[in-house]
């Protein structure tokens, strides 16, 4: 992942809901850890949920999704997901998360999400202060 960007770290359980029959966390199961912890990255930045839908800012909005399972994480392990705010440009801005168990990565992504205007569904550039801070 990127230098020293602004980064977010949380921990989960791996839970019976979360796995297979085999008791292995379902792939699904990690782009619900990463949307977490991106989210709260969001909100560590100053662009809270009740914002992200209402707000003057646009909605940021999720246009892709790269992911590379590495290792299963199981049920009863507990991972930590850590996501750092990677590249800023005028629309669009990238997080890159890495998910592990044990010091072991289990799960790298990164994601491109694009600063919307949910009225119009048309591009919105994203938020000045962002742009200044971390572009």
């Not at 921990?11 to 966390?25: I, M, P």
């Not at 792939?27 to 003057?56: F, K």
């Not at 009863?76 to 705010?85: D, F, H, N, Q, T």
Request: proline share 4%; with cysteine; charged share 30%.
């Amino acid at each position: 992942m990127s230098g020293e960007r602004p980064r977010t770290e949380r921990e989960f359980t791996v839970y019976f809901f979360d796995t297979d029959a085999g008791g292995v966390a379902h792939n699904l199961t990690y782009l619900r850890w990463i949307e977490a912890a991106r989210t709260e990255l969001a909100e560590q930045l100053g662009w809270g949920i009740s914002e992200m839908v209402g707000g003057e800012h646009g909605c940021p909005v999720l246009t892709k999704t790269e992911v590379e399972y590495l290792r299963p994480a199981k049920l009863g392990e507990r991972v930590k997901v850590v996501s750092r705010l990677g590249e800023v440009g005028k629309v669009r801005f990238w997080v890159e998360s890495e998910v592990t168990r044990a010091g072991e990565i289990c799960c790298r992504a990164r994601q491109e999400l694009a600063s919307v205007d949910l009225v119009t569904g048309k591009p919105k550039p994203l938020r000045e202060d962002w742009r200044n801070r971390h572009g």
